[in-house]
């Protein structure tokens, strides 16, 4: 008979060996106080904390407009929406939100899904069934739900070098000029905070015959003069076929979608199982969802501060001699390059200054890159700047590391 128990003890403990067992900080945010929220410790005792790493990079999970448009829809139609989009669950929240996102991205349709996650593994791996024959062309760094995506299909893929169009070139050159292609890839990497060389992929695209797909997960809400992206910032949206983005981030809420042609739509509407066989939104996500984007169509003083913030507490870091990571996006990296240091660094931010940022460990990024990842927004205050830039100060010599040149 097998032993279930002990198959569960080795898998743990290999991942306890590797030194790549999770545990997770349990944190309450209190409505109209983040970055500001409660740790509650593993004696159950609890402590204020500065969070410096979520993904709400706006603050926009409390904005009231939003929190009003989940109220109303709360009231108006109760918790879930009760089933699939097929089977009684579309109602009036999510037309709306997909004709929000449409207009976002001037496409003629989107599709919400239940996550980012699935939008790209939903997307990427149905694409085959529509285009037989297909080959994708994927960024080495592409983020795991798109890996995902792509390794399900059971179509070809080729993988380029990271933001290397040349490879990417010689790869499309290799492959038949009549087969269907497809090149995904993302507009921030959240790791680096680095960009995806849009224009030149769009180009590439075009001379070899292949559909474009961007993630633009890290980008929505705050690149761009409606929050569209990178891509609407570069006026590239219009080269791009599908694309891709959450509304868990700057959006502050939850769910994720795909903007692209109505045909396009209609087709991964009508082909995903990710999209298919599964309850749709609750409605008051919906509804809070659509309010972010819509809200965030015209504050652009809340994309100016958000930039603001980060280019402050890069210049403060850099004025340390950390060495931090700066490709000139939101995303503030502190390459720490040790493991145990930097999960020291972690540790004692969050017991001794209350300052919570994830230490960034091997499998995530590779070994010796180890990092702190920083993410500032509009509600980090220059005040908050200054407590985390003493402590990293102290921390940095108690740790016994170097002060070095910036990355970028
Ligand atoms: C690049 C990228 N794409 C997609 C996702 C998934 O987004 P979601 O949280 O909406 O599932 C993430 C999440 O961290 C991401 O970093």
Redesign the pocket.
């Known amino acids: 008979m097998t032993d279930y128990a002990a198959g569960l003890d080795r898998a743990l403990q290999a991942l306890h060996d590797e030194g790549r067992y999770r545990t997770f900080i349990d944190i309450e945010r209190r409505r109209g106080q983040f970055p500001h929220a409660v740790w509650t410790r593993p004696d159950g005792s609890e402590k204020d904390i500065t969070v410096w790493c979520g993904?709400d990079y706006l603050g926009m999970g409390q904005q009231p407009v939003v929190l009003a448009a989940m109220h109303e829809a709360l009231d108006a139609t109760g918790a879930g929406s009760g089933g699939t989009r097929n089977i009684s669950g579309t109602t009036v929240y999510h037309k709306a939100l997909e004709a929000e996102l449409a207009d976002l991205h001037g496409k003629e349709a989107a599709l919400v899904f239940t996550?980012?996650?699935?939008?790209?593994d939903a997307t990427l791996s149905t694409l085959p069934k529509l285009f037989p024959g297909l080959i994708i062309y994927s960024d080495a760094l592409?983020?795991a739900?798109?890996i995902e995506g792509v390794r399900r299909n059971g179509g070809a893929k080729r993988v380029f070098r990271h933001n290397d169009v040349a490879h990417l070139r010689e790869l499309l050159a290799a492959d038949d000029p009549a087969a269907p292609k497809l090149i995904a890839f993302?507009s921030i990497?959240?790791m680096d905070g680095d960009f995806g060389p849009i224009a030149a992929i769009c180009d590439l695209a075009e001379e070899f015959g292949a559909l474009t797909y961007i993630?633009e997960?890290?980008a929505v809400g705050m690149y761009g003069r409606r929050g569209a992206g990178v891509a609407e910032r570069d006026g590239l949206m219009h080269r791009i076929d599908i694309i891709?983005g959450?509304?868990?981030?700057a959006y502050g809420v939850?769910?994720?979608y795909i903007a692209a042609s109505a045909k396009m739509c209609d087709a991964v509407r009508s082909y995903a199982p990710g999209f298919i066989f599964t309850t749709s939104l609750t409605p008051s996500i919906a509804a809070g969802a659509a309010a972010s984007v819509r809200h965030l169509k015209t504050d652009q003083a809340l994309r100016d501060l958000h930039q603001e913030r980060a280019a402050v507490l890069k210049l403060r870091l850099r004025g340390l001699g950390l060495p931090i990571i700066d490709h000139g996006s939101h995303i503030v990296p502190v390459h720490v390059g040790d493991p145990v240091k930097c999960k020291m660094i972690s540790d004692r931010l969050l017991s001794d200054h209350g300052i919570y940022v994830q230490p960034i460990n091997f499998p995530t990024v590779p070994r010796g890159t180890e990092r702190l990842r920083f993410t500032p927004s509009p509600v980090h205050s220059p005040r908050m700047i200054d407590g985390l830039i003493h402590a990293m100060d102290n921390l940095w010599s108690h740790c016994a590391l170097n002060r070095a040149k910036a990355v970028g």
């Open positions: 993904n996550s980012a996650y699935i939008a790209n592409n983020h739900s798109m993302e990497y959240s993630d997960v890290h891709n959450t509304l868990a981030k939850m769910g994720g």
